[in-house]
């Protein structure tokens, strides 16, 4: 080989190994992976109101409203179904969209959530029901479970009855998107809002065959997410319109009272939000924290960010920036590696976007 193709030979395998250089620190610092659109809306049809979740074996599934002509919520809307797309790789790709809860026009299903019984198994499904048909203006609560990983649904339970109570009937009434939780003791957990009354924390005793509300209203709160703090006791993290900021409420007693507080540095333009506990994967990794998205803006819905807390949601971080445009309803779940999973609505509810980062990325803020 003569010196000028070894000369040629080892400049490009220089320029290779400089591109191989610059790419690891992505790698190796857990930065947020590029986004993706999983769901784009068009002129016949809007995506919104995103719900992910870790399925027992592994699997992503992310539900969403398909909203047919528009993006009318619920009360306004007679052609709302529930679709779903799953991820066996983290996220990486996903399956073509599986329509999971479709009734006949003028009855719509809107706003999932999940909840995964780490005990059983299943996965519990949570929808807001209306018929504009018969009973416009009524809300209905139901549920779906599955027990093999998301890919088949068993048919719809109404709930209602368990965790409303009669007097509620014609109030404003439905459990908040995104996910509820499982306690240690392996209690189920979720949000329920009546626009009326407050926000209710219903749950269940054994593993989902039934359902009990507690009749403590929390106030101020919208849309919630509640996680379970180490010491046992349960705070609340909830949307409060019109003031610019996040509210919690703390439980010491099982949601029997209520500790409230304005979450000054967690601005926040009344939008739902998602708030988790980090567990790493299998459990490994050390620390306690909580992770937070939300649309960092006290009166915008945009800059999708996420904050981390050290000391059970005493102090949060200064937080990231995932999406700095047009953001609004956004959900968490960690993956089987450890790494985190968000799906966020932008772009003014055009699309639906997932993104992946590490722990390693949220703690070096």
Request: aromatic content about 10%; overall charge negative.
């Amino acid at each position: 080989m003569t010196d000028s193709k070894i000369a040629t030979g080892l400049i490009a395998l220089m320029i290779l190994c400089s591109l191989y250089v610059r790419a690891q620190p992505e790698i190796e610092t857990g930065a947020p992976s590029v986004a993706i659109d999983l769901f784009a809306s068009s002129d016949s049809n809007c995506f919104r109101i995103p719900a992910l979740v870790t399925a027992p074996n592994g699997d992503l599934l992310l539900a969403v409203d398909e909203r047919q002509p528009d993006c009318k919520d619920l009360k306004w809307s007679k052609d709302i179904n529930i679709v779903m797309r799953r991820s066996n790789d983290g996220g990486r790709s996903w399956s073509a969209i599986k329509t999971i809860v479709d009734y006949p026009y003028g009855q719509s299903a809107s706003d999932p959530s999940f909840i995964v019984n780490e005990v059983t198994g299943e996965i519990f499904l949570f929808y807001n029901y209306m018929n504009l048909s018969t009973e416009q203006h009524v809300y209905y609560l139901h549920v779906i479970k599955s027990s093999d990983n998301g890919r088949s649904w068993s048919d719809p339970q109404d709930i209602t009855p368990q965790i409303a109570l009669p007097e509620w009937h014609n109030d404003m009434k439905f459990i908040t998107s995104g996910h509820g939780i499982q306690t240690q003791s392996g209690k189920m957990l979720h949000t329920l809002v009546n626009i009326e009354r407050g926000l209710f924390v219903f749950g269940s005793d054994d593993h989902g065959s039934s359902w009990q509300v507690i009749d403590t209203p929390i106030q101020p709160a919208d849309e919630s997410k509640i996680v379970e703090l180490s010491g046992g006791h349960w705070m609340v993290n909830s949307r409060v319109n019109k003031l610019g900021m996040r509210y919690s409420h703390v439980s010491a007693d099982q949601g029997k009272t209520w500790i409230s507080q304005a979450e000054t540095s967690l601005p926040d333009p009344g939008c739902n939000a998602s708030v988790i506990r980090y567990k790493g994967a299998q459990n490994e990794k050390p620390g306690s924290y909580l992770i937070f998205s939300n649309a960092n803006s006290p009166d915008r819905r945009e800059n999708l960010s996420i904050r981390l807390s050290m000391d059970e949601g005493k102090t949060w971080s200064a937080g990231k920036t995932i999406y700095p445009g047009s953001a609004a309803y956004s959900d968490l779940t960690v993956l089987n590696d450890g790494d985190i999973g968000l799906v966020y609505e932008k772009d003014n509810y055009g699309k639906i976007a997932y993104v992946r980062f590490s722990l390693e990325w949220i703690l070096d803020d």
